[in-house]
């Protein structure tokens, strides 16, 4: 970080090309901009406003991207020319007429190069691997304690009803639901990497995919008669393979309740890769982490079974659920933004300057529409909060009322 910082000093006194005379540029600034003013020249293609576009565009390189080449011209002088083509290809592409998909994808490109270049300019710092890590961690913590307990349950079952031969059925049927997730892993990954559109707007579908099934998630982790409810309903469809005998079916519903898990968790991990850009690395030490953490678990819940505290976990997994899906609508509608589908109200100058590591693992962006969706998203939350609390103290009167009149 020191090298980093005393090159970024070095080359601002010499200028490289600029007058020294001229205003300190922040080359971190100029490229938020350049990207805003990208997203811009696709608003303008896509109204018909042809010519306006193309100097838009033209606009977000030569007089916003070029300042912050100098420090990158030291650091990743690839990557300038990476991006360069990049804008010719997005230019040439207007002038010829080409469909707004087309463009799209290659604003993508643009964008993905400028994000690069904005963690280089700014530096990881500490914070952003710290989230990243977190991130990673806290994603399949959650969803293989879930899958976890739903197989004690299961185990629980057999013990109780002697019918420990199908225990087999359970292990062949967990084994199969991680293949089918590692698997649906690798295909989403490379349907992603080929899909002929933007990977903005993909970024934005994936969030808002993500946004829904966190906010839903996090409702049904506070109620806890929904999961006593969940838990009622397996152990039924369990009862019923038991008595027909049949391991096919009892592996069948395990695969499922644990395939349902991992389908969940790759489409997290997803939107968090795209989040997590150059420390990614660190997400996966968390994933790493987890792994280690889940083998505790499950050693542990095997051994002492109920005996183990894991429903104080809950009141933590809730909250931190509830994090990423408020950091997961900042990023997709600062997504939808960089595809040109929503407009960008910015508020640089007057918001506090955000790490582009941090900014992407929060979702927080200087932007009027990112910050109003994720402070909708946080009322909603209380307002849920608050509302689920009281209908549980309601419920709870009403039946110890019951129980007083019976």
């Known amino acids: 970080m020191k090298v980093r910082r005393l090159i970024l000093t070095l080359l601002a006194l010499m200028g490289l090309g600029h007058s020294l005379a001229a205003p300190a540029i922040n080359p971190a600034d100029e490229l938020r901009i350049t990207r805003d003013l990208v997203s811009q020249s696709l608003r303008e293609y896509n109204q018909g406003q042809t010519e306006q576009a193309f100097k838009t565009a033209r606009s977000a390189y030569l007089d916003h991207f070029e300042y912050a080449e100098p420090p990158l011209r030291v650091l990743n002088p690839d ?29 993508g490109e643009i964008n993905g190069s400028l994000r690069k270049a904005e963690s280089i300019v ?14 990673g961690f ?64 993909i970024s934005a579908v994936t969030s808002a995919i993500a946004v829904v099934i966190l906010f839903s998630l996090s ?107 408020v950091a997961f609508i900042g990023n997709g509608v600062r997504a939808f933004q960089e595809a040109g589908w929503l407009n960008v109200t ?5 918001f506090p300057k955000i790490d582009p590591n941090v900014a992407a ?20 939350y209380l307002l849920g909060y608050v509302y689920v609390r009281v209908s549980g103290r309601t419920k709870r009167g009403l039946s110890a009322r019951q129980l007083e009149r019976n």
Do not use: C
């Open 79 to 107: 990557l300038i020319l990476e991006t360069e083509y990049r804008f010719s290809d997005l230019r040439n592409g207007m002038k010829a007429g080409q469909s707004m998909s087309e463009l799209q994808k290659i604003a």
């Open 122 to 135: 700014s530096g990881t710092g500490v914070l952003g691997p710290t989230l990243a890590a977190t991130g």
């Open 138 to 201: 806290t994603i399949l913590f959650r969803e293989g304690l879930e899958a976890a307990l739903l197989i004690a349950a299961i185990f629980a079952y057999l013990d109780t009803s002697r019918n420990t031969r199908l225990r087999k059925a359970v292990w062949y049927g967990g084994a199969a639901a991680l293949l089918a997730t590692v698997l649906t892993w690798a295909l989403a990954t490379y349907l992603l990497a080929i899909a002929p559109v933007s990977r903005e707007l």
């Open 219 to 325: 409702f049904w982790l506070l109620q806890q008669a929904d999961r006593k409810r969940s838990v009622e309903f397996m152990r039924a469809k369990v009862s019923q393979a038991v008595q027909g005998g049949s391991l096919m079916a009892l592996g069948l519903i395990t695969f499922t309740t644990i395939y349902r898990e991992g389908f969940e968790t790759v489409l997290f991990y997803q939107a968090l890769t795209v989040a997590s850009g150059p420390v990614t690395n660190y997400m996966y030490l968390g994933v790493a982490l987890a792994v280690l953490a889940l083998g505790v678990v499950f050693l542990l819940l095997f051994r002492f079974g109920r005996k183990l505290p894991t429903a104080r976990l809950f009141p933590v997994l809730i909250g931190v659920t509830a994090l990423f899906a």
């Open 346 to 350: 910015n508020l640089y100058g007057s």
């Open 361 to 380: 693992l929060t979702g927080i962006h200087p932007t009027v529409e990112t910050l109003a969706a994720q402070a909708l998203m946080i009322l909603v």
